[in-house]
């Protein structure tokens, strides 16, 4: 089975609004981490928002927000106000465990497209 | 954050030679990097974790002998295609992690053409 699911290949959003991307994850520990991750066509991996299996409060940064629901095992990355910079590829990964040496498992990924 | 170099960031080759890809972490200690693989429009492919001081630990399918991994410090690993082929174009993107990172780091990558 696959660890990280996304299964939106690619999203279309008008600029200024808000945009949800799925992600669904499958482990069997009771600590892992998920992390989002931005890729722009440059090809840098830009690190946007972390949530770790212990956090009770959905995590935020900026216009950034992960939707976390531990039972349906969901991490969805919710991105408001979105702006044309925002067009890129997103990466949902998942790391099993404390150690932060723990390889991450990604997602197949979802390509943004934010419309004018 | 964080910062993690990358070089060379792209390199054409000829068939049959190697070439050697460093990562450098710049203000921190990186005690795990990872070396990963994408094709266009897919996701990255790990492809080895290294500890420093230690072998690399190669993903299923990875042929070790012909990506050789070195992490000698804490501050470098380097990626060495040896003997490559046009099939071994690709991005090559390297990721650092250490004690007290919760994220692992990414490099800009580097784009290896082999013709």
């Known amino acids: 089975a696959q660890k990280i699911t996304q299964t939106q290949p690619g999203m279309f959003v008008q600029e200024k609004e808000a945009v949800t991307l799925d992600c669904t994850y499958d482990?069997?520990?009771?600590?892992?981490?998920l992390f989002w991750y931005k890729q722009p066509s440059s090809g840098e991996m830009i690190f946007l928002i972390y949530?770790?299996?212990?956090?009770?409060q959905n995590a935020t940064e900026g216009r950034y927000s992960l939707n976390f629901q531990k039972a349906r095992k969901s991490a969805n990355l919710v991105i408001s106000a979105s702006q044309l910079g925002d067009s890129a590829m997103y990466f949902c990964a998942m790391r099993e465990g404390l150690n932060t040496g723990n390889q991450f498992y990604f997602g197949t990924g979802t390509s943004l497209t934010v419309i004018p | 954050g964080a910062v993690v170099s990358q070089h060379p960031s792209r390199v054409i080759c000829k068939s049959g030679t190697s070439v050697k890809i460093e990562c450098r972490s710049l203000?921190?200690?990186?005690?795990?990097m990872f070396w990963y693989r994408q094709f266009p429009k897919q996701s990255l492919m790990l492809m080895a974790t290294s500890n420093e001081g230690s072998k690399a630990t190669y993903e299923q399918g990875v042929e070790k002998d012909k990506f050789l991994i070195n992490h000698a410090s804490l501050t470098l690993s380097t990626l060495t295609v040896t003997s490559a082929h046009p099939e071994d174009s690709s991005f090559y993107i390297c990721?650092?992690?250490?004690?007290?990172?919760?994220?692992?780091?990414f490099g800009p990558g580097t784009r290896l053409t082999v013709t």
């Open positions: 203000d921190f200690q990186a005690t795990t």
């Open positions: 990721s650092a992690t250490g004690p007290g990172v919760y994220e692992q780091y």
């Open positions: 949530q770790g299996s212990y956090d009770e």
């Open positions: 482990t069997s520990d009771q600590s892992y981490g």
